[in-house]
């Protein structure tokens, strides 16, 4: 079976392999050796290599799809419809799971898988096989996590169970994606799931609320995979919560110190009522430089509403953990979650400014569906723009919906004091200078210097360089 993967990535905030379909592509493989498969990441591909890439003979299409990216895939599975109009082409990705009941609404969509993807479309690929490269119906029925056509009826078969042993898992097919043209961090992700249910997260729709974890064994091996077959770079891990289990992070740390791997790491996903002294040392010595916490607000009434089951007390005495041993710490804070007030927003950018963090950012909250915000929203409040989350992300400044203790022009204020305190990320301004030259420089940086230097000596030259920036 030949089998074509897409990353619809023109809109990413930034240029870096897709895990999800790295993943999906390496269990194929493993799966069925005696598939082909192919990767298109469009962030990063050419007008050549896509119109290569489009005219190749295959059996079926597979697109990941976040709710920004929904309008480019829509766009890609409608090209590859009028080239291929017998070869099906089946959506993928978190889109999906909180939209299931409308995906099939766009003709060119042959299939959607929902939930986990790995094991949904390696059967798929399977009866494709079994019956002469066409859709069998009755087959389809047999697969969990499908959404497929009957005629003019829409089917959505029973979820899939998730996968309980994540070491079962081939590590992301990395040697498919052009590597040297991402500019950042190898990404990795060492668990799935999340306990908690925050009011505007939809990871529970995708990814289940049990935390099921890879082994510190298990992620080492693929942290030397990657050391010993591409350019040296950092690692930044992608979990929802990479420190759920302090125990395997302390394993984690002691593995990469006793194998002497010499790498810097970060973390994006990590809590910080989940830390201690002792811990937070270990990170730093075995190579963390990094993490980013989400802490939303600085007001414990709209924490509890958040169902954050965190106070910003706790939140603060964990940026000192880290902050106390070198560790940098990103605070990530949201504007208008229920409960927001123009007076808790300045909360929060008080606290930002007088607590240990390294560096702050407020971005707008954006509801999806499937999720407590935005049932709050259509409950209490107003949307401004047309309730369609593949579209939220277009919004600049990002005001979405309002409510009567926190109106639109309260929001757009709160925006305003952020800016004046600098704390805005970039992905507000997204054609600005500073972007693009800040894109650039990381680019140059990891592709032609930071690579091609000894894992040793880059690693400690990241390490100065974090230090000296730190001090200016």
Known sequence: MKVALIYPGKKADEKQLPLGLGYLASFILRENNDNEVTVLDTAVATPRETKVFFGKDCDIFGITVTSRAYREAVELSRNLKRIHADVPIVFGGPHISLVMDQILQEPSIDIAVYGEGEL????????????????NIRDLGRINGLIYRDNSRVVKTPPRDLIQDLDTLPFPAFD????????????????RGCPFLCVFCASSQIWGRKWRARSPENIIAEVQYLVTNFRSRPIDFHDDGFNMNLKRVNAICDLLLKENIKIAWGVRGFRADIINANIAQKMRRAGCTH????????????????????????????????????????GQFM???PGETLETVKESIKFAKES???KAVFGGAVPFPKTSLWDYVEEHGTFLIE?????????????IFETPEFSKEDRLQSIKLVEEAGMQPNANQPNSLARILKKAAALIWFRFIYGLL???????????LRKIKAKL
């Open 356 to 358: 240990k963090l390294t």
């Open 387 to 399: 309730p369609d989350c593949t579209r939220f992300e277009d919004i600049f400044p990002r005001v």
């Open 120 to 135: 949904t479309f390696s059967e798929l690929i399977k009866s494709l096989r079994r019956n002469e490269k066409k859709l």
């Open 176 to 191: 498919l994606f052009p590597m040297t043209r991402y500019p950042g961090k190898y990404p990795m992700i060492t668990s």
């Open 291 to 330: 993490v980013a916490i989400g802490i939303e607000s600085a007001n414990n009434d709209m924490l509890n509403r958040m169902g954050k089951k965190e106070s910003i007390e706790v939140i603060e005495r964990g940026i000192d953990h880290l902050r106390s041993v070198g560790i940098d710490v990103t």
């Open 335 to 337: 504007i208008g979650n």
């Open 454 to 464: 000894p894992n040793s000596i880059s690693t400690r030259l990241y390490f100065l």
